[in-house]
């Protein structure tokens, strides 16, 4: 069965930092782009990040360039999302997904992790 | 940048058909898929490649996508459809875009 499992959110203040895991399993990670989805509470869905199979291409919503890395490491199944200068509307839950793309390089995930929430506040 | 439109919300008896719709510039032109989710859940995917069911996914569920405007459509709506349900396409400019969601309520 294929699996994502997100981790370590939390609550931090204004300016500070949070990293975000997500571990995957049923199928070949190194094979597929990964990427972050977000939610605010009672909001709609936000991609924020993507990267390559091999880590070398990351793509970023502009909201959060300069202040996000996202990062993987295949041989743990693992997918990261470094998050600094977080800012109140940087709260939201945060999911991890597996990315498909068609010939023409649009893509679509499935599945999603269960989401870990991350809130920013005083 | 690139944005979709979906209205906010969507109302239908059970057992009978409904239409979700998703506009954006140039939409069809693109592929768009769709997700569904219910209170409290993650996103399901529904239809990718505008008209594409994945495994598991009903055949109620279909979709479609031409000119500027992408459809979901529900045929024979059940009470357990009742969730909130978003379009998201790729545009190279944006990236990946997702609409704002519409709310079916199946009453």
């Known amino acids: 069965e294929v699996q994502l499992v997100e981790s370590g959110g939390g609550l931090v203040q204004p300016g500070g930092s949070l990293r975000l895991s997500c571990a995957a399993s049923g199928f070949t990670f190194s094979n597929y782009y990964m990427t972050w989805v977000r939610q605010a509470p009672g909001k709609g869905l936000e991609w924020v990040a993507n990267?390559?199979?091999?880590?070398?291409?990351?793509y970023y919503v502009d909201s959060v360039k300069g202040r996000f890395t996202i990062s993987r490491d295949n041989a743990k199944n693992s997918l990261y999302l470094q998050m600094n200068s977080l800012r109140a509307e940087d709260t939201a839950v945060y999911y991890c997904?597996?990315?498909?793309?068609?010939?023409?390089?649009?893509?679509?995930?499935?599945?999603w992790g269960q989401g870990t929430l991350v809130t920013v506040s005083s | 940048s690139y944005e979709l439109t979906q209205p906010p919300s969507v109302s239908v008896s059970p057992g009978q058909t409904a239409s979700i719709t998703c506009s954006g510039d140039k939409l069809g032109d693109k592929y768009a898929c769709w997700y569904q989710q219910k209170p409290g859940q993650s996103p399901v995917l529904v239809i990718h490649?505008?008209?594409k069911r994945p495994s598991g996914i009903p055949e109620r569920f279909s979709g479609s996508n031409s000119g500027n405007t992408a459809t979901l459509t529900i045929t024979g709506t059940q009470a357990m459809d009742e969730a909130d349900y978003y379009c998201?396409?790729?545009?190279?400019?944006?990236?990946?875009?997702f609409g704002g969601g519409t709310k079916l309520t199946v009453l």
């Open positions: 997904a597996r990315e498909f793309t068609a010939v023409t390089a649009e893509g679509w995930f499935d599945p």
């Open positions: 990267i390559k199979q091999d880590g070398s291409e990351k």
């Open positions: 998201q396409a790729w545009d190279s400019s944006t990236a990946y875009v």
């Open positions: 490649e505008d008209s």
